[in-house]
């Protein structure tokens, strides 16, 4: 009599669980990748319209400058590039008796007129992929909020102006943000 008391899995029962293991696999990692674009979306949908109300906030606050100057004359605003994975906040100070509601990185770092306030990253693979200002497609362009009641400049116009931001994904999802010159922003 023989004593076939043997411990362990046979080939068949180990190749049966990889090929489950296989197919679970396959289907659960495409949604994982796609939830992921999904939710950078998202993040940057809310990062885009919290830093425009940031701008509008920074404005009514008189919020000073980083290096202590008082709030810009011009107010704050946010330089918007096409085919740029961020954006800049500035205040608009070097004109200080007439300012011109655009964003001039021009003056170097220390300098009165120096108008950077902060660099804002987009999400990992989130860029602004098209600018557009009542329809029509523009490189960059500037959102600016100005003292003291915040009244809002899109290209240095403040009547009946829309801003259309466009921002893609690497998987090539678009997403849009809208503003207007009534300080209204749709998403």
Do not use: C, W
Request: hydrophobic share 35%; no cysteine.
């Amino acid at each position: 009599m023989s004593n076939n008391n043997k411990k362990g899995f046979s080939l068949i029962e180990l190749l049966v669980v990889l090929a489950i293991m296989t197919i679970m696999g396959a289907i659960v990692v495409p949604k994982y990748a796609s939830n992921k674009n999904a939710q950078a979306m998202k993040y940057a949908k809310t990062q885009i319209v919290n830093d425009i109300r940031y701008v509008q906030t920074y404005t009514l606050n008189t919020k000073k400058f980083p290096d202590g100057s008082p709030s810009p004359i011009g107010g704050y605003g946010i330089h918007f590039q096409k085919d740029k994975d961020y954006y800049t906040v500035f205040g608009d100070k070097r004109h200080a008796v007439d300012p011109n509601y655009l964003y001039d990185d021009s003056y170097p770092a220390g300098s009165a007129d120096y108008e950077f306030y902060e660099q804002i990253d987009l999400v990992d693979g989130v860029h602004i992929s098209k600018l557009t200002v009542n329809g029509t497609e523009v490189d960059s362009v500037d959102y600016v909020s100005t003292p003291p009641y915040g009244k809002i400049f899109i290209a240095e116009l403040n009547t009946n102006v829309e801003l259309e931001i466009t921002y893609m994904n690497s998987a090539d999802d678009t997403g849009v943000v809208k503003a207007n010159s009534s300080g209204l922003i749709i998403n």
